[in-house]
């Protein structure tokens, strides 16, 4: 998780969560946040077409009453919807069949699995906005720059960065990042009733990882 706090704020947010859960007459309980940015740029014929940055933060809920289960989810991460969110959600459970197959995890199997050797998370810093649209540049001049393509259709580079942290009444806890890299181009070959459009992309975990946009544009394409 980042070191600005924020892991120290979803784990305030899933406490509370699993307080409320408590107070509504769950048995058990467990509770994740989901906080992810994302920022991405589209170019056409060298011009900036498109640029976005979003951030969207997600809690979810799920609750057991003796053998139901019930979940529920919320963008809204005031604690003060909290009993509200998980009284819901404890009716949910109750109207339901038991289930003989749901629990939370047993306590022996709790931690033993560590996300952190996935390689899901680039630790160097995210690329801004403006190294994102040099990178969209790159590919769309590198692709028009071979023979036979006429027009280019954009470019896209886009970056996403997410982290999770779940928790549960019995006391687990743990926390997770991702990240994914992307870097697209789609061009029109040829004139006329004579025309054909392919398209190159790479998607990584790490941006090094990432194909150089110039290679993008260059060696990935199909079109003749």
């Known amino acids: 998780m980042s070191k600005n706090g924020t892991a120290t704020v979803q784990a305030d947010l899933l406490a509370a969560l699993l307080s409320s859960a408590q107070r509504a007459g769950a048995d058990a309980a467990d509770a994740m946040a989901t906080r992810a940015a994302s ?3 589209t170019v056409r014929q060298g011009q900036v077409e498109d640029t976005e940055h979003a951030v969207t933060v997600k809690l ?7 053998q139901r289960v019930a979940s529920v989810s919320t963008t809204v991460t005031s604690s003060d919807t909290f009993d ?4 819901q959600a404890v009716a949910m459970s109750r109207a339901l069949p038991e289930n003989p197959y749901v629990s939370l995890a047993k306590r022996e199997i709790k931690g033993q699995l560590d996300a952190g050797q996935a390689a899901l998370h680039d630790g160097s810093n995210l690329p801004s906005l403006e190294t994102l649209q040099k990178m969209a ?9 071979q023979q036979g393509i006429s027009k280019s259709n954009g470019a896209s580079a886009s970056s996403w960065h997410a982290q999770f942290a779940l928790a549960d009444s019995d006391g687990f806890a743990a926390q997770s990042s991702e990240t994914i890299f992307g870097n697209s181009i789609s061009v029109i070959a ?3 009733d004579n025309m054909q459009r392919d398209y190159a992309s790479h998607v990584t975990r790490r941006l090094s990882d990432l194909d150089p946009p110039a290679l993008l544009g260059r060696r990935r394409l199909s079109v003749p």
């Open 84 to 87: 509200a969110l998980a009284e």
């Open 137 to 145: 540049l790159e590919a769309e001049n590198s692709a028009l720059a």
């Open 39 to 41: 920022i991405s740029t």
């Open 60 to 66: 979810g809920l799920r609750v057991f009453t003796g």
């Open 190 to 192: 040829g004139q006329g």
